[in-house]
């Protein structure tokens, strides 16, 4: 027999309901964030390419006890590329497509990321924040889903979870979804494919120059690692955003757009120097109220949706190991209506949403 254990940690219940609507919360909003600056925008790109230069001068030039820093620091700047083909996705990069599509792509090349299927896919994400069976960025697993699972799978989930391994969760995210486009509606392929041609190429020309001149260990140095640390950044910015033990993931009959933006997105501070360098991404929740929010008016947005809305927000976080193993160590399995739970509880026969 399964017990329901309920505390403080409880999803609010109240989740999916509220009169507001978006627009609301919207036309509160300065109309000074909405404006597109392109001088700021252009700044930022090329202080942006500055630091991964840099970054990448430091890989050549530290010794070997300081590369783990160089790794860090260059990952973390390349992270940055994302985040402006993610204004470009959005269309907040600029004002004309072309030059959207066009620096989306240049952006996200040697992240070996497909600009248009990222794209199509995360705006979906922003369509249904939350919604349980639909939301495509990290979603909690089900215990009836868990169940249906094999021995090993459920196994492979268990030690995902147990080692902390969510830093790579973005890279399996990558490597099944944004390469294949027959999942991607027929309107939509054609884009899918010019974009992952694009990063094919870049790899198939750029990695055998890399390889030839410097090696295999090269190619690790100055890519493979690197990348890995994006994706850390990628897997960690993505985790945080949507997940704690109180944030639950509701079917479309109780699922309301208001709350699931500003209820269901996390605010966490980290370090200036990474905000700086991956352009405030971590002020995740006017962007979730309106994705026209280029990335440099992020902070106008939130300021005024605290002082407004500030009822309707999750409490906001610091950034920290300890914040990362509250939420892996709690965030297990998922059971509908109430909410999160651990394995320990799964195989004790005790659902506690901790």
């Not at 392109?38 to 590369?67: C, D, E, H």
């Given at each position: ?140 697993i ?56 694009v ?21 690790v140095?100055?890519?493979?690692i ?35 933006q ?9 370090p ?38 500030s ?9 920290s ?34």
């Amino acid at each position: 027999m399964i017990t329901t254990t309920v505390d403080s940690h409880k999803p609010n219940p109240d989740f999916g309901r509220s009169e507001l609507t978006l627009k609301d919360i919207i036309k509160s909003l300065p109309q000074e964030c909405f404006k597109q600056d392109s001088r700021k925008a252009w700044t930022q790109l090329l202080i942006n390419v500055l630091m991964v230069g840099l970054g990448y001068a430091s890989l050549v030039f530290s010794p070997w006890y300081l590369l783990p820093f160089a790794w860090f620091f260059t990952g973390t700047a390349l992270t940055g590329f994302f985040v402006i083909g993610h204004d470009c996705g959005h269309r907040s990069f600029a004002k004309s497509r072309w030059v959207n599509d066009l620096v989306g792509h240049v952006m996200m090349m040697p992240l070996i990321y497909p600009f248009h299927s990222w794209r199509i896919g995360h705006n979906y994400h922003h369509a249904h924040t939350n919604k349980l069976n639909e939301d495509n960025a990290w979603h909690p697993i089900r215990t009836e889903v868990y169940e249906s699972w094999g021995k090993a799978s459920q196994r492979a989930f268990e030690l995902f979870m147990r080692l902390r391994l969510w830093w790579i969760g973005s890279i399996f995210h990558w490597a099944i979804v944004h390469f294949n486009w027959s999942k991607f509606q027929e309107k939509d392929r054609a884009n899918v494919k010019l974009s992952v041609v694009v990063v094919v190429l870049f790899a198939a020309i750029v990695f055998p120059i890399l390889i030839a001149t410097t090696g295999i260990w090269g190619f690790v140095k100055f890519w493979f690692i690197p990348w890995l640390v994006y994706h850390f950044w990628m897997s960690t910015f993505t985790y945080v955003h949507h997940t704690t033990s109180d944030i639950p993931f509701v079917a479309e009959p109780k699922w309301n757009a208001v709350t699931a933006q500003l209820q269901g997105t996390v605010h966490c501070d980290y370090p200036r120097w990474i905000e700086f360098l991956c352009h405030d991404i971590n002020v995740h929740v006017p962007h979730h109220v309106s994705t026209a929010i280029p990335s440099y008016n992020l902070r106008l947005a939130y300021a005024s949706i605290k002082e407004n809305w500030s009822g309707y927000l999750h409490s906001e976080c610091q950034f920290s190991w300890s914040l990362m193993k509250d939420i892996t160590d709690k965030c297990h399995l998922y059971v509908v209506d109430d909410g999160y739970i651990t394995f320990k509880d799964y195989q004790a026969g005790t659902l506690s949403t901790q």
